[in-house]
């Protein structure tokens, strides 16, 4: 069974920017090599993991980039050389590089396949890196779908049949990996697939089914197998959000004892204060705030409705933002990854004692769950308490969705208006009393 490697070489001293190369290696007998245009500087590269290097200053979006890049290409490799015909020559691994990178070639030799225009589709789109990541995600997994199928996907011939087979796959993915591991050796096993609830697979069938309008709009086929299939709509539950007090429980709670967190407890106060997604607060430079406003344009907005997202900021956000002011960089705060940032949330909550049980909606088992705030903490409660607090004394979800990123008449705070128990009081009492 084939491995692939990825790796560097430079016989020169000091921190050299190389091209990272790759090995594959099949039996004792047979190893090719092929050297890829992405390049990274000595210093920066963990031959050992063979991606970025965790402990290293680097842009986040940039890091997630690159390192999926790997990915991509070893997927790439490993169904392109099981699907040669014939003995592969020793420079087999050298010219798929060649062939994937010289523009001219492509143009008069290479047939446009199911997934050389899904690369021009996701390359097409105007998001950020982070976004785009998640369409080479759903690449790879219809790549895997195919070799697990054992079929070649074909724009004029996918069809409804393909989308139920490829929604079945998503849902029992998570193990397979025991049953056809050839298919999963370009992963680790963090990256090994998990289960996924059903709004994740609605999600990742969206970005297919915008992967065919864009062929549609393009003009590359007439198939369109969206047209009869039911995607079906997400569901979420209320939304759980922090209340004042246990805001500034976490607040004030003392981190002394481990810097680490007490760095991503004021980054999720500061988050709380201000409701930013964290795409968007990952990427805050100190340039972003002026006169005690801070001022950027949503991710999420770009494409539709690009315009500035502006947040006045309280006192307590103000020392937050300066107490990190004369940290080294551009950066508004030292920000880890998304990931890590939500794993340490949890035991921020815990050590914090915010453990208020809560009804969660598990999107695996689409019932409701009693659980405790410090199990289920991420991320998102942060900008869930921005909205959820204003929410309750304002009221006016075009107001707040101005100052959190919402588009205008975003039905998002209908769940809010579910949640939010001192409206319904206030109703009663103005109604019947």
């Known amino acids: 069974m084939a491995t692939i490697k990825a790796f560097i070489r430079t016989n020169k001293s000091g921190n050299i920017l190389c091209n990272v190369r790759f090995r594959l290696i099949d039996g004792r007998d047979k190893q090719l090599f092929g050297t890829s245009n992405l390049t990274v500087y000595s210093n920066e590269w963990d031959a050992k993991k063979e991606k970025i290097k965790d402990r290293i200053p680097f842009d986040t979006d940039k890091r ?251 006192s307590k956000a103000m020392k937050l933002v300066e107490k990190y002011s004369n940290q080294p960089g551009e950066r508004l705060f030292p920000f880890i990854s998304p990931q890590k940032y939500n794993e340490a949330l949890k035991d921020i909550f815990t050590l914090a004692r915010v453990n208020r049980i809560v009804t969660w909606y598990n999107p695996m088992t689409k019932v409701g769950e009693q659980r405790p705030l410090n199990e289920i903490a991420s991320s998102h409660i942060a900008r869930r308490t921005f909205i959820g607090n204003l929410y309750s004394q304002v009221k006016d979800p075009n107001l707040i969705g101005s100052m959190s990123g919402h588009a205008e008449g975003s039905k998002a705070f209908v769940r809010y208006r579910d949640k939010d128990l001192s409206i319904k009081r206030d109703v009663i009492d103005n109604l019947l009393d």
């Open 64 to 314: 997630l980039d690159f390192n999926n890049s790997i990915l991509d290409l070893k997927m790439e490799i490993f169904q392109a050389y099981n699907d040669y015909n014939g003995e592969p020559s020793k420079e087999w691994l050298s010219d798929f590089f060649n062939m994937k990178y010289n523009t001219e070639w492509k143009q008069t030799n290479t047939e446009e396949t199911f997934f050389t225009l899904y690369d021009d589709f996701a390359e097409s789109l105007d998001i950020s890196v982070l976004r785009r990541r998640h369409y080479y995600v759903v690449k790879r997994q219809l790549q895997r779908y195919e070799k697990y199928k054992n079929l070649q996907l074909n724009i004029h011939t996918f069809n409804e049949d393909h989308l139920r087979e490829f929604r079945n796959f998503l849902h029992n993915e998570h193990k397979l990996s025991n049953i056809n591991p050839e298919i999963y050796i370009s992963l680790n096993n963090r990256e090994l697939p998990k289960k996924r609830s059903e709004n994740t697979v609605i999600g990742i069938l969206k970005k297919v089914r915008t992967f065919f309008n864009y062929l549609n709009r393009k003009g590359k086929t007439s198939n369109n197998p969206f047209e009869n299939y039911e995607i079906g709509t997400a569901k979420y539950g209320t939304p759980i959000y922090l209340t004042k007090q246990e805001r500034n429980q976490i607040a004030e709670y003392n981190f002394s004892f481990n810097d680490k967190l007490s760095v991503q407890r004021d980054i999720f106060i500061f988050q709380c204060l201000t409701g930013c997604r964290v795409g968007d607060l990952i990427k805050l430079k100190k340039k972003n705030i002026n006169n005690k406003v801070l001022t950027y344009i949503a991710s999420k907005m770009v494409n539709n409705n690009p315009r500035n997202v502006q947040v006045p900021l309280s």
